[in-house]
């Protein structure tokens, strides 16, 4: 009985806080003041970065098609935790369709590298529609990027807080991930 009460606590919550919150607190912003927006090199030192630069900073159905061929190598491997695609034609449709359905905006901080791998710091802002409401969240990441001898990206891992750049603004899932985070670690 406890177990369902519980859980059902948990979804009630979870469904107001979907319904009256904009989410939680926003650790980006802790974390920019305490490490500062270019700890590392100007992303643009970097001729390798400049394809993906562009990409991301015209995030667009249009644009998508063209910006990956430049960018990413015919095969490669991509993760972003949501999907791990390997062929450029994937990454395309999977990108065109994220922009029909999002509007994203990227800012670069920073990168540092060693030989072909690099990791670009940036933070990315979010703008969709859960059911009835608008949602627009923040979140910082770092992208692994691995570069072929032809300038074309052969790896990209992202690493970033999913949790808090989308899952806590989905309706009864965000509820519910914000009680669980909230309660690991705490003295119950």
């Keep these: ?7 059902l606590s948990a ?15 926003t650790p980006h912003q802790d ?25 991301m900073n ?8 063209t910006a990956v061929k430049c960018a990413y190598a015919k095969s490669f491997y ?26 994203t905006s990227v800012q670069f901080l920073d990168f540092t590298s060693t030989g072909d791998d690099i990791l670009l710091r940036w933070t990315m802002t979010l703008k969709f529609k859960v059911w009835w409401k608008q949602v627009e969240v923040t979140s910082i990441g770092v992208s692994h990027l691995r570069f ?8 990209h891992q992202d690493y970033w807080d999913s949790a808090e750049g989308f899952y806590y603004h989905l309706p009864l899932l965000g509820g519910v991930l914000q009680k669980i985070r909230s309660g690991v670690g705490a003295n119950q």
């Excluded at 979804?11 to 607190?25: E, H, V």
């Excluded at 490490?35 to 400049?50: D, K, N």
């Design 148 to 155: 072929n001898a032809q300038g074309e990206i052969v790896l």
């Design 31 to 55: 974390y920019l003041k305490a490490a500062g927006p270019e700890t590392f090199s100007s992303t643009e030192q970097e001729p390798r970065l400049q394809g993906f630069v562009a990409l």
């Design 58 to 65: 015209n995030f667009t159905p249009d644009n998508i098609p």
């Design 78 to 103: 991509f993760n972003d935790t949501f999907h791990s695609l390997q062929e450029r034609e994937e990454l395309t449709r999977y990108f065109v369709a994220m922009a029909e359905k999002a509007s």
């Design 1 to 7: 009985m406890a177990i369902l009460r519980n859980s």
């Design 11 to 25: 979804a009630f919550a979870g469904l107001l806080s979907a319904c009256s919150s904009s989410g939680p607190l």
